[in-house]
């Protein structure tokens, strides 16, 4: 039986700005893509050059009709309608984050289509792989909001189930190399770098993975103190 966990130090915990703020600063006039950004907590904190946000039902406040910023794009649409008809051909981006509609398949999706257009030494940051909860883990949100009513639970966390994403990426991206932040929510952070330990399992063996299995597999994700990820991913892209 494992020990009972020291609850996590609140006043530790590094906020998405600022993983995004601090992978933006590593490179020059950054570019940067945000993919859900509702009221722009994040997309607004972050210092790029080129900022492109992408959201079907942006929430900002000024609007994003009304703002004057130099270097910023806002595209009121789906991510799979933003890289379909509307990312250059040649658009590159040195940080991704992708935070948009919180299931597996179309996370994959949207990290499928980003990989097109990230620098070879660019970073992608994917939020919400590390879910707290069965309840948190409900890919189906009418599902997780009659469950949630159900239990009447006041943690109003919904992740999703994203994490099945990082177990895709193991088994099948052996060019990326990844780690997941264990002093915050859980975002993993992803980086072109080959890996040997690639395990054999099949794309239905991932897509039914069960919250219960990411438990007794957490090693999977890779967690890793966000500045121990820091470290790790500029000695290996040379940042
Ligand atoms: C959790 S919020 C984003 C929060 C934001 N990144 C931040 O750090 O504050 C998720 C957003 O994803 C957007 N979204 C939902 N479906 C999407 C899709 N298919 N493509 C892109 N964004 C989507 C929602 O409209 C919502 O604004």
């Not at 039914?208 to 790790?232: C, H, K, N, S, Y």
Request: hydrophobic share 35%.
């Amino acid at each position: 039986m494992t020990e009972p966990q020291e609850p996590q130090d609140l006043t530790k915990v590094v906020s998405r700005a600022a993983v995004v703020r601090q992978l933006c600063r590593l490179y020059d006039d950054a570019r940067y893509l945000e993919v859900g950004v509702w009221r722009g907590a994040t997309f607004d904190k972050v210092p790029a050059a080129r900022k492109v946000a992408v959201d079907p039902e942006f929430k900002l406040d000024p609007p994003h009709g009304e703002r004057d910023e130099p270097g910023s794009e806002f595209h009121e649409v789906t991510s799979d309608d933003y890289f379909a008809r509307i990312v250059g051909r040649d658009e590159q981006f040195d940080v991704v984050f992708l935070d948009g509609l919180h299931v597996y398949e179309q996370t994959l999706r949207d990290l499928m289509n980003t990989l097109d257009h990230l620098q070879p030494d660019g970073v992608v940051v994917v939020d919400d792989t590390h879910p707290p909860t069965h309840l948190c883990s409900l890919p189906d949100r009418d599902q997780y909001f009659a469950v949630r009513d159900y239990l009447g639970e006041t943690d109003k966390r919904w992740m999703g189930d994203i994490y099945k994403l990082v177990w895709f990426v193991q088994t099948f991206c052996p060019h990326l190399t990844y780690r997941t932040i264990s002093d915050n929510h859980g975002q993993t952070v992803f980086w072109r770098k080959p890996r040997t330990d690639v395990p054999q399992r099949s794309l239905r063996e991932v897509a039914d993975l069960t919250f219960e299995q990411m438990v007794a597999g957490e090693d999977v994700l890779q967690l890793r103190p966000w500045q121990t990820i820091r470290r790790e991913l500029r000695r290996d892209l040379g940042l």
